[in-house]
């Protein structure tokens, strides 16, 4: 990279949005390359923001703003140069999307990162692209949409077409159109309140002489929905403290349907990052015995670090895959009263707050977990005390992963019994992950 002219107002958010694109179409999470491109760019305070903004909202639109490249381009977006197409993807998308960022600043911006990039020669196609987006826009004039309903309702809400065609194969197509539109919704930070140590009136106190303001989320008993806050939330107050945790409200619906009690043996299947796990141990009054079981010791770890925060001692780790863990752990075999199983899964319900995924996950991904969960079901059966209770959850919406999984299994499995059954959809109304629970006996 030539020399960066850094007196350009807002050019070096907007670069690292752009690694951040690159970085995910080559096959990073993106999550993880936001953090490193905030970190290797020193970016801190609201620009951080607009870093985030840009770089997941531009993962998100894929499809739409591609549909623009090929409607103004020479080149069809996807036979463009990779950078050039994500570069034409971040001034779009902030012509396109975002009203408080004028469009001479997408332009300037984008045209500046050409020039620094080797891209001198591209400038002006950079230049003429991205303003003739802008004399679209203002005449009300789009890119032509595709004749047939999936690939319309796809380009409209930028998501695979395989996908528009299931969600109209499973719900018709006007609940098809909410889900997808949902998919596309601004997120909420929800947390959950640790009621070991205080109550849902304290945190809101807390955060409120803080001007973050939250209020409590029906049938979500320990439940915050930060409505306005900013910055990093470890600096948030009470984090440190282990006052609360973040965890979406469809999530927190989870850990209660296992019904711990105090003093049980419980086992959480597939544990990390431990939001589950956390809320299991404070369920129990951190009284009791509790495995958090993961393939990955990395990931434990996760869980390990937010139970010391959480202040939670009756949680213990063993990094084992729980398709084997009987094998593994044959004294294990009937010990558990409780046991919760949050399958790695498609993530299908979480496409909102995953901008990613969407472009991750295909129909062959989908087979391959199917058949994991189904291991993973049969894996942990033999550890289920006579009585005990397993707990089945996703934060997909898929069926083949859901209640025809869980009908395969209790085929399976005469001596259990389906107690509840919930699928959360999305929500078009108001906010959440889509989310699967079945809660499951032994009789």
């Known amino acids: 990279m030539n020399h960066l ?3 350009t107002p807002g050019l070096l958010p907007r670069i690292a949005a752009w690694e951040v694109l690159q970085a995910v179409s080559a096959g990073a999470f993106a999550e993880i390359a936001l953090r490193r491109a905030l970190k290797k760019h020193l970016i801190k305070g609201l620009d951080k923001g607009l870093v985030m903004e840009i770089a997941y909202g531009s993962i998100r639109q894929r499809k739409l703003l591609d549909s623009w490249v090929d409607f103004l381009g020479k080149v069809p977006a996807k036979k463009q140069p990779p950078k050039l197409r994500w570069l034409f993807h971040l001034g779009l998308y902030q012509i396109l999307f975002m009203e408080r960022v004028p469009d ?3 332009v300037n911006t984008s045209v500046q990162i050409a020039k620094n990039n080797k891209f001198t020669k591209l400038a002006p196609v950079v230049n ?3 303003r003739s987006a802008i004399r679209n826009k203002n005449l009300g004039v789009t890119p032509p949409m595709p004749n047939l309903l999936e690939e319309k309702l796809a380009q409209e809400q930028s998501l695979p077409v395989w996908f528009i065609t299931l969600l109209i194969d499973w719900v018709g197509v006007e609940k098809a ?5 949902a998919s596309n919704k601004k997120t909420v930070i929800d947390l959950r309140v640790n009621r070991l140590k205080v109550n849902i009136q304290n945190v809101q106190e807390l955060m409120n002489g803080k001007q973050i303001q939250c209020e409590s989320i029906e049938d ?3 439940g915050l929905e930060v409505s306005d806050g900013s910055g990093d939330l470890r600096n948030w107050p009470g984090y440190e403290d282990g006052y609360w945790s973040v965890q979406d409200r469809a999530a927190q619906l989870v850990a209660p349907l296992v019904d711990p009690k105090k003093g049980d043996r419980v086992l959480d299947a597939c544990a990390a990052p431990g939001g589950k796990t956390t809320h299991l141990a404070e369920l129990m009054d951190d009284i009791g015995e509790l495995w958090a079981v993961d393939r990955s010791l990395e990931r434990l770890k996760k869980v390990a670090n937010n139970a010391d925060r959480l202040g939670l001692k009756c949680i213990n780790i063993f990094q084992e895959d729980a398709s084997i863990l009987f094998h593994k752990k044959s004294s294990w075999k009937n010990y558990f009263q409780r046991i919760l199983l949050d399958v790695p899964c498609s993530g299908l319900g979480t496409l909102a707050r ?3 995924a969407r472009w991750r996950i295909n129909p062959a991904n989908i087979l391959d977990l199917i058949i994991l969960q189904a291991k993973l079901l049969d894996g942990i059966f033999p550890l289920l005390s006579k009585g005990g209770r397993i707990v089945y959850s996703t934060c997909t919406i898929h069926p083949e992963e859901n209640e025809k999984q869980i009908r395969k299994f209790l085929n399976n499995h005469s001596e259990m019994r389906l107690v509840l059954e919930k699928q959360i959809w999305p929500n ?10 079945a809660v499951m006996d032994m009789t």
């Open 5 to 7: 002219d850094t007196n």
């Open 104 to 106: 001479s600043a997408a």
């Open 128 to 130: 003429g692209v991205l």
């Open 177 to 181: 159109e909410l889900i997808a539109r």
């Open 220 to 222: 979500c008993p320990n």
């Open 354 to 356: 995953n901008p990613d």
């Open 428 to 437: 078009f109304d108001g906010h959440g992950d889509g989310f699967y629970i």
